[in-house]
């Protein structure tokens, strides 16, 4: 079977849509296949699966961590979601560019996002489950996260009214993480 790259909509990043096999019973895809993602350019090892599940509203992001740097696929096994990545990496043509897809459990696309974005997602159904591949570990003093409504960034999230977490009501601009000294040791 067979994964596509429907779009590189920013530079690295990527939108992938696999193939699907259907009948009356129901049906079954590869979500990766290490010798596939390798040939269209992307990473063909991941360290660690995480499992989110929230409801209408939630708006997880924008995070990122740099140590170790960690690049994510995303993809919604339940519901529907809104998944944004944000360039912040330093030098880089698109940086503070954002890409953002609706993806579904019935559109069943995917999104890489590698390590120097920021990614984060809004939760657009009832309820939604997002499932992401890292390519590093996590580690909680490597992270840090960006304000989601950062006016530079400009995000068109398709809700306006969406529920925060502490953490995430409290992030960081852009302007402030790329003035930090810390940020201009970490070239991802």
Same mark, same amino acid.
Request: proline fraction near 5%.
């Given at each position: ?113 590698? %390590? ?54 409290? %992030? ?17």
């Amino acid at each position: 079977m067979k994964l596509k790259v429907e779009s590189r909509p920013l530079a690295d990043m990527a939108v992938l849509v696999p193939e699907v096999y259907e009948d009356s019973r129901g049906f079954f895809m590869e979500t990766f296949r290490a010798d596939q993602f390798q040939s269209l350019g992307l990473p063909g090892e991941f360290v660690q699966d995480n499992h989110s599940g929230s409801v209408r509203g939630v708006l997880r992001g924008l995070h990122f961590q740099w140590d170790p740097p960690m690049g994510k696929l995303m993809r919604v096994t339940r519901g529907a979601a809104f998944l944004v990545g944000v360039d912040i990496r330093k030098g880089s043509p698109s940086l503070g560019a954002w890409f953002g897809l609706e993806v579904s459990a019935e559109n069943r696309k995917q999104v890489w996002a590698p %390590a120097g974005f920021a990614r984060g997602f809004c939760v657009l159904s009832d309820y939604a489950e997002i499932q992401y591949k890292c390519t590093g570990v996590y580690n909680s003093q490597g992270e840090s996260g960006i304000r989601w409504d950062d006016l530079e960034i400009g995000i068109k999230w398709p809700l306006s009214d969406v529920l925060l977490s502490e953490k995430d009501r409290k %992030a960081q601009s852009l302007a402030e993480w790329l003035a930090l000294p810390l940020s201009g040791k970490f070239r991802y």
